[in-house]
C-alpha cells in the first residue's frame, strides 16, 4: 500500500523557519518525481515546488522562491521542505503527493502538515 | 504561475449533469494534454478524479470526465449523487511547474 506521512509542522514566528518531513513507504521512491502543494485555510491548492527522481532538478513557485528549498533522500524514502524566512501567507497545510501517473497529475497524498506563522 | 479559473460555485440536483470549467493560457492548459481534476471533501486529501485531460484512474466512476478546448479544460459529473458534493480543482502542467485552479464548490441539491 502507498503511504506517505508528512511530519515537521507546527507553529512559527514570522521570519522563522521549519523543516517538513515527508516519509514514502509502499513503492519504489527513487522512480517518482514529487511534489509538496499546500492549502491556506479555506483556501484553494496551491503547488509549491517538485523535485526529479534523483534530485537534480528542483522546481519552485515564485512565492517562495529562494525562501524554499525541496530536497530528498532517497535511501531513507523521505521529502523534505526546508522553509526559511516565514511569512503569515505561508500559513496553510501542506501536503506531498506522488507525481503519478503523468506529467503534473497525484494520485497519491500525504494526510497534510499544519504549518501556522504567527506571532 | 497564476492560477487557472474557476466558477466558485456550481450545483446540480440528483441525477442531473453539471460541467465545471477551468480556463488558464497557452502555457499551460493550452500547450499541454496534462490537465487533471481533483475531488476534496471537508477535511480530506485531495483525490484524483480525472488526468491527461480524459483518463479516468482506477475506481472513479465513469460518471466523471473530462475534456479540453483551446485554454479550457470541462469537468462533467454525470449522475450527480449526492457523494459528489465537494471542492474540485483542476491543475495544469505548466512546463516544468504546476498549476492549480482556485476550485469550484459543487453544490448537490
Given at each position: 500500500?502507498?503511504?506517505?506521512?508528512?511530519?515537521?509542522?507546527?507553529?512559527?514566528?514570522p521570519?522563522?523557519?521549519?523543516?517538513?518531513s515527508?516519509?514514502?513507504?509502499?513503492?519504489?521512491?527513487s522512480r517518482?518525481?514529487?511534489t509538496?502543494?499546500?492549502?491556506?485555510?479555506?483556501?484553494?491548492?496551491e503547488?509549491?515546488?517538485?523535485?526529479?527522481?534523483?534530485g537534480?532538478?528542483?522546481?519552485?513557485?515564485?512565492?517562495?522562491?529562494?525562501?524554499?528549498?525541496?530536497?530528498r533522500d532517497?535511501?531513507?524514502?523521505?521529502?523534505?521542505l526546508?522553509?526559511?524566512?516565514?511569512?503569515?501567507?505561508?500559513?496553510?497545510?501542506?501536503?506531498?503527493?506522488?507525481?503519478?501517473?503523468?506529467y503534473?497529475?497525484?494520485?497519491?497524498?500525504?494526510?497534510?502538515?499544519?504549518?501556522?506563522?504567527?506571532? | 504561475?497564476?492560477?487557472?479559473?474557476?466558477?466558485?460555485?456550481?450545483?446540480?440536483?440528483?441525477?442531473?449533469?453539471?460541467?465545471?470549467?477551468?480556463t488558464?493560457?497557452?502555457?499551460?492548459?493550452?500547450r499541454?494534454?496534462?490537465?487533471?481534476?481533483?475531488?476534496?471533501?471537508?477535511?480530506?486529501?485531495?483525490?484524483?478524479?480525472?488526468?491527461e485531460?480524459?483518463?479516468?484512474?482506477s475506481?472513479?466512476?465513469d460518471?466523471?470526465?473530462?475534456?479540453?478546448s483551446?485554454?479550457t479544460?470541462?469537468?462533467?459529473?454525470?449522475?450527480?449523487?449526492?457523494?459528489d458534493?465537494?471542492?474540485?480543482?483542476?491543475?495544469?502542467?505548466?512546463?516544468r511547474t504546476?498549476?492549480?485552479?482556485?476550485?469550484t464548490?459543487?453544490?448537490?441539491?
Amino acid at each position: 500500500e502507498v503511504q506517505l506521512v508528512e511530519s515537521g509542522g507546527g507553529l512559527v514566528q514570522p521570519g522563522g523557519s521549519l523543516r517538513l518531513s515527508c516519509a514514502v513507504s509502499g513503492f519504489t521512491f527513487s522512480r517518482y518525481w514529487m511534489t509538496w502543494v499546500r492549502q491556506a485555510p479555506g483556501k484553494g491548492l496551491e503547488w509549491v515546488a517538485n523535485i526529479k527522481e534523483d534530485g537534480s532538478k528542483t522546481y519552485c513557485v515564485d512565492s517562495v522562491e529562494g525562501r524554499f528549498t525541496i530536497s530528498r533522500d532517497n535511501a531513507k524514502n523521505s521529502l523534505y521542505l526546508q522553509m526559511n524566512s516565514l511569512r503569515a501567507e505561508d500559513t496553510a497545510v501542506y501536503y506531498c503527493a506522488r507525481d503519478d501517473p503523468g506529467y503534473a497529475a497525484y494520485n497519491s497524498w500525504g494526510q497534510g502538515t499544519l504549518v501556522t506563522v504567527s506571532s | 504561475q497564476s492560477a487557472l479559473t474557476q466558477p466558485p460555485s456550481a450545483s446540480g440536483s440528483p441525477g442531473q449533469s453539471v460541467t465545471i470549467s477551468c480556463t488558464g493560457t497557452s502555457s499551460d492548459v493550452g500547450r499541454y494534454n496534462y490537465v487533471s481534476w481533483y475531488q476534496q471533501h471537508p477535511g480530506k486529501a485531495p483525490k484524483l478524479m480525472i488526468y491527461e485531460v480524459s483518463k479516468r484512474p482506477s475506481g472513479v466512476p465513469d460518471r466523471f470526465s473530462g475534456s479540453k478546448s483551446g485554454n479550457t479544460a470541462s469537468l462533467t459529473v454525470s449522475g450527480l449523487q449526492t457523494e459528489d458534493e465537494a471542492d474540485y480543482y483542476c491543475s495544469s502542467y505548466a512546463g516544468r511547474t504546476g498549476v492549480f485552479g482556485g476550485g469550484t464548490k459543487l453544490t448537490v441539491l
